[in-house]
């Protein structure tokens, strides 16, 4: 099964029909959260995505009023059909019509994007994009950081363990930040912490369709949900795009 948390059979889904139209837990261990607490939170989601409630198949973080960052590996199936997504602002349970929802004008997708695999795993390398709103929101945003020690707070509307694809209700947990040895030792070579942090444990972790969301570390996006084997599995913790080591790539984006 393939665990970047989206799922490339997702994002191959979303393609495979958006083609035919046109000539990746809710964290695991998590507890029930109400968006309009995080009004920087987005769902991300297409209408051509039918398996999820609201299209949802990854999330983001408004960093800028019509800027909202999340996983390259979200995006990149929507090369040439950017404005198929939609972003959506408060919205709890995927299965209402509430919050607010705003269509992509544009997308930049890390130029160094590329996957490989770790047993049969699918890796995200560069996994960081940036969507482009086609209008300007009031809303909070939330400023770029970096991984540090202690506990991070992840959020997500996806599924809260490996099989159970049914969740459609926000949650958020604290999950430690883990050595990058941790990942080495579960990952090998890829693990590339130049470009990936380390986080998450056995008993609370992020799993499919949190794909892009973000770990906050003292009131900043410092890490975006990418890849890992499993959900929460034993000696293999989550892996993070590290935004720092990007910082200087998103900030030209929201000029």
Same mark, same amino acid.
């Given at each position: 099964?393939?665990?970047?948390?989206?799922?490339?059979?997702?994002?191959?889904?979303?393609?495979?029909?958006?083609?035919?139209?046109?000539?990746?837990?809710?964290?695991?261990?998590?507890?029930?959260?109400?968006?309009?607490?995080?009004?920087?939170?987005?769902?991300?989601?297409?209408?051509?995505?039918?398996?999820?409630?609201?299209?949802?198949?990854?999330?983001?973080?408004?960093?800028?009023?019509?800027?909202?960052?999340?996983?390259?590996?979200?995006?990149?199936?929507?090369?040439?059909?950017?404005?198929?997504?939609?972003?959506?602002? !408060?919205?709890?349970? $995927?299965?209402?019509?509430?919050?607010?929802?705003? +269509?992509?004008?544009?997308?930049?997708?890390? *130029? &160094? #994007?590329?996957?490989?695999?770790?047993?049969?795993?699918?890796?995200?390398?560069?996994?960081?994009?940036?969507?482009?709103?086609?209008?300007?929101?009031?809303?909070?945003?939330?400023?770029?950081?970096?991984?540090?020690?202690?506990?991070?707070?992840?959020?997500?509307?996806?599924?809260?363990?490996?099989?159970?694809?049914?969740?459609?209700?926000?949650?958020?947990?604290?999950?430690?930040?883990?050595?990058?040895?941790?990942?080495?030792?579960?990952?090998?070579?890829?693990?590339?912490?130049?470009?990936?942090?380390?986080?998450?444990?056995?008993?609370?972790?992020?799993?499919?369709?949190?794909?892009? !969301?973000?770990?906050? $570390?003292?009131?900043?996006?410092?890490?975006?949900? +990418?890849?890992?084997?499993?959900?929460?599995? *034993? &000696? #293999?913790?989550?892996?993070?795009?590290?935004?720092?080591?990007?910082?200087?790539?998103?900030?030209?984006?929201?000029?």
């Amino acid at each position: 099964m393939h665990f970047a948390r989206t799922t490339a059979t997702a994002a191959s889904l979303v393609l495979m029909t958006a083609l035919s139209a046109a000539p990746a837990a809710a964290v695991v261990a998590g507890t029930p959260a109400g968006a309009p607490a995080y009004p920087w939170l987005a769902s991300i989601g297409s209408q051509l995505f039918f398996l999820r409630p609201s299209g949802q198949f990854c999330g983001g973080t408004l960093v800028a009023p019509d800027k909202v960052l999340t996983a390259a590996h979200c995006v990149a199936p929507f090369a040439k059909l950017i404005g198929a997504l939609r972003v959506t602002f !408060g919205r709890t349970d $995927l299965k209402r019509a509430n919050g607010v929802t705003v +269509s992509v004008r544009k997308a930049w997708v890390h *130029p &160094g #994007f590329h996957e490989t695999t770790f047993q049969g795993e699918m890796v995200e390398h560069d996994d960081v994009a940036v969507l482009t709103l086609s209008r300007r929101l009031p809303r909070a945003v939330l400023p770029l950081g970096r991984m540090t020690s202690g506990k991070a707070l992840v959020l997500g509307w996806g599924t809260v363990s490996e099989s159970d694809l049914l969740n459609a209700v926000l949650r958020a947990a604290r999950i430690p930040v883990d050595p990058d040895a941790a990942c080495t030792k579960a990952y090998g070579s890829s693990f590339d912490a130049r470009g990936m942090a380390c986080a998450g444990s056995s008993r609370a972790d992020t799993c499919l369709f949190d794909s892009g !969301g973000p770990l906050i $570390l003292q009131g900043r996006v410092a890490g975006l949900t +990418s890849w890992a084997a499993g959900c929460a599995r *034993p &000696g #293999f913790p989550g892996v993070y795009t590290r935004v720092s080591a990007y910082a200087d790539d998103i900030e030209a984006q929201l000029r």
